[in-house]
């Protein structure tokens, strides 16, 4: 059982959450722009694919005009250009920068209100998004109609616009959408917006090519991809992705010894403690994934935990003021421990799509790649998903020595036995020195997990 839990490790300092005594759902100008940077679900399967942009990393230039107009014009970072006007009456599209038109028929798109949110959302809580505390943003909680699943924006404390989207269902197709979801947006599972801001009377006749400050498609600076640390903590804002749930605060530990170094399955281990301080209804305090990595490849008895995972859930009780977890219950996932180098590895096709230097609402002196993995297929994508994960450069690192700013998985399932999670936003980051590494004891798995049945992924 965990001898730590989130809040109590010592070197990390707690997430700071806060609560607005106005909580209105935002209601947006009759008139804005914006400027986004939109994630795809997945890449595309082939060359048919090609001819939208929602198989690529795009940034776009956006104006909207109420029960008029949502003027959408994207550029792909790939190939392309898209400019999409979506009317009461019709959606029209252009690929050559508006010379000539194609009426789209059946996109199921429908032209947005002023009110993004609709009456059964949630407001969360207030905080900085992550440690670069960039801006204050307001978490709301959308829940998708004939669905388990929710759609998160966070909204500028201070403007009351939005910053940021993700989406927990993805649409029908990849170029048609659910009439009840943002038109185009939803077409993309994730958004940062780097500017967003009302506008009198604006002109949605001319094409502006979507401009973002310190952006740099690709990969123009050789940057190597990240190779987590050896050893470190941290904690993070872990999302899920279903209706019924609300964020988690976490606390992580993480240790990767050489193959000179390892003994046992401890030795490789990445814990992960989820607090359901949010989540009352859960029936239990903390919810704990306990993951193990692959042995060195001569050993010839690996340990028989080694590549396994377990997720148990446990409440803390004090016992003469010592905190003693009593586990609730336990399962095997299947899944251990990814190594330090895992966007290096092949299968996974780890691509740095951008790097932004100093943009003031999305890294503030700091420097950014964008970078994405591709996790295993499901029916739906079968070519895989995206995983999108933010990393700021450490000083005069080649890329490879960097701290985490957010990691999501797109089109997360919604399961009653998985933990749903979509997304982590990361805070307080420790690495421990050289040749020191955590309590073995912080690895413990439970007894009751020695006795679950085994998940079974992929050979060992």
Same mark, same amino acid.
């Given at each position: 059982?965990?001898?730590?839990?989130?809040?109590?490790?010592?070197?990390?300092?707690?997430?700071?959450?806060?609560?607005?005594?106005?909580?209105?759902?935002?209601?947006?100008?009759?008139?804005?722009?914006?400027?986004?940077?939109?994630?795809?679900?997945?890449?595309?399967?082939?060359?048919?694919?090609?001819?939208?942009?929602?198989?690529?990393?795009?940034?776009?230039?956006?104006?909207?005009?109420?029960?008029?107009?949502?003027?959408?014009?994207?550029?792909?970072?790939?190939?392309?250009?898209?400019?999409?006007?979506?009317?009461?009456?019709?959606?029209?599209?252009?690929?050559?920068?508006?010379?000539?038109?194609?009426?789209?028929?059946?996109?199921?798109?429908?032209?947005?209100?002023?009110?993004?949110?609709?009456?059964?959302?949630?407001?969360?809580?207030?905080?900085?998004?992550?440690?670069?505390?960039?801006?204050?943003?307001?978490?709301?909680?959308?829940?998708?109609?004939?669905?388990?699943?929710?759609?998160?924006?966070?909204?500028?404390?201070?403007?009351?616009?939005?910053?940021?989207?993700?989406?927990?269902?993805?649409?029908?197709?990849?170029?048609?959408?659910?009439?009840?979801?943002?038109?185009?947006?939803?077409?993309?599972?994730?958004?940062?917006?780097?500017?967003?801001?009302?506008?009198?009377?604006?002109?949605?006749?001319?094409?502006?090519?979507?401009?973002?400050?310190?952006?740099?498609?690709?990969?123009?600076?050789?940057?190597?991809?990240? $190779?987590?640390?050896?050893?470190? /903590?941290?904690?993070?804002?872990? #999302? +899920?992705?279903?209706?019924?749930?609300?964020? %988690?605060? *976490?606390?992580?530990?993480?240790?990767?010894?050489?193959?000179?170094?390892?003994?046992?399955?401890?030795?490789?281990?990445?814990?992960?403690?989820?607090?359901?301080?949010?989540?009352?209804?859960?029936?239990?305090?903390?919810?704990?994934?306990?993951?193990?990595?692959?042995?060195?490849?001569?050993?010839?008895?690996?340990?028989?935990?080694?590549?396994?995972?377990?997720?148990?859930?446990?409440?803390?009780?004090?016992?003469?003021?010592?905190?003693?977890?009593?586990?609730?219950?336990?399962?095997?996932?299947?899944?251990?421990?990814?190594?330090?180098?895992?966007?290096?590895?092949?299968?996974?096709?780890?691509?740095?799509?951008?790097?932004?230097?100093?943009?003031?609402?999305?890294?503030?002196? $700091?420097?950014?790649?964008?970078? /994405?993995?591709?996790?295993?297929? #499901? +029916?739906?994508?079968?070519?895989?998903?995206? %995983?999108? *994960?933010?990393?700021?450069?450490?000083?005069?690192?080649?890329?490879?020595?960097?701290?985490?700013?957010?990691?999501?998985?797109?089109?997360?399932?919604?399961?009653?036995?998985?933990?749903?999670?979509?997304?982590?936003?990361?805070?307080?980051?420790?690495?421990?020195?050289?040749?020191?590494?955590?309590?073995?004891?912080?690895?413990?798995?439970?007894?009751?997990?020695?006795?679950?049945?085994?998940?079974?992924?992929?050979?060992?």
């Amino acid at each position: 059982m965990t001898k730590v839990a989130y809040g109590t490790f010592p070197v990390l300092k707690a997430i700071e959450f806060s609560s607005n005594e106005e909580t209105n759902q935002p209601l947006l100008p009759s008139s804005w722009t914006c400027t986004a940077i939109l994630h795809p679900y997945a890449p595309p399967t082939d060359s048919n694919q090609l001819t939208n942009p929602f198989f690529q990393l795009c940034i776009a230039s956006i104006t909207f005009i109420e029960n008029e107009i949502l003027s959408v014009q994207v550029t792909g970072l790939e190939y392309g250009t898209w400019w999409y006007k979506i009317t009461p009456l019709e959606t029209t599209l252009s690929t050559d920068k508006g010379i000539t038109w194609t009426s789209l028929k059946d996109t199921g798109w429908t032209l947005p209100t002023r009110n993004w949110l609709e009456e059964n959302a949630t407001y969360f809580k207030t905080s900085y998004l992550n440690w670069m505390e960039a801006q204050e943003v307001d978490w709301w909680k959308q829940p998708v109609k004939n669905s388990n699943a929710a759609t998160w924006i966070w909204f500028d404390n201070k403007t009351k616009l939005p910053f940021r989207m993700m989406f927990g269902t993805p649409p029908p197709t990849s170029t048609t959408g659910d009439p009840k979801q943002l038109a185009f947006f939803q077409n993309f599972s994730f958004t940062y917006f780097s500017k967003f801001e009302a506008v009198s009377n604006p002109d949605t006749s001319i094409w502006n090519t979507p401009s973002i400050q310190g952006f740099n498609n690709g990969n123009p600076f050789n940057y190597k991809l990240i $190779e987590w640390n050896h050893s470190f /903590s941290m904690t993070t804002i872990m #999302t +899920p992705v279903d209706s019924k749930s609300m964020p %988690l605060p *976490t606390c992580v530990l993480y240790q990767w010894k050489s193959d000179e170094e390892y003994q046992e399955h401890r030795d490789r281990t990445q814990c992960t403690m989820m607090s359901q301080q949010y989540n009352p209804e859960a029936g239990f305090g903390t919810q704990v994934a306990m993951l193990y990595g692959r042995p060195p490849a001569d050993m010839t008895n690996p340990p028989a935990l080694s590549r396994d995972g377990y997720i148990f859930n446990e409440n803390v009780y004090f016992t003469r003021g010592y905190p003693e977890p009593v586990v609730v219950n336990c399962r095997n996932i299947g899944l251990g421990q990814q190594p330090p180098t895992w966007a290096s590895i092949p299968a996974v096709q780890g691509t740095i799509h951008a790097t932004i230097i100093d943009n003031p609402v999305l890294c503030p002196n $700091e420097t950014v790649n964008i970078i /994405s993995a591709l996790f295993p297929p #499901t +029916p739906q994508y079968p070519q895989g998903r995206y %995983l999108w *994960t933010w990393y700021s450069l450490l000083p005069n690192s080649d890329g490879s020595q960097s701290r985490p700013i957010t990691f999501m998985e797109s089109a997360s399932e919604v399961s009653d036995e998985g933990t749903s999670l979509a997304l982590a936003d990361y805070f307080e980051w420790v690495r421990n020195p050289v040749g020191t590494w955590f309590d073995k004891e912080y690895f413990d798995l439970p007894t009751m997990c020695l006795h679950v049945p085994k998940r079974i992924l992929f050979k060992k």
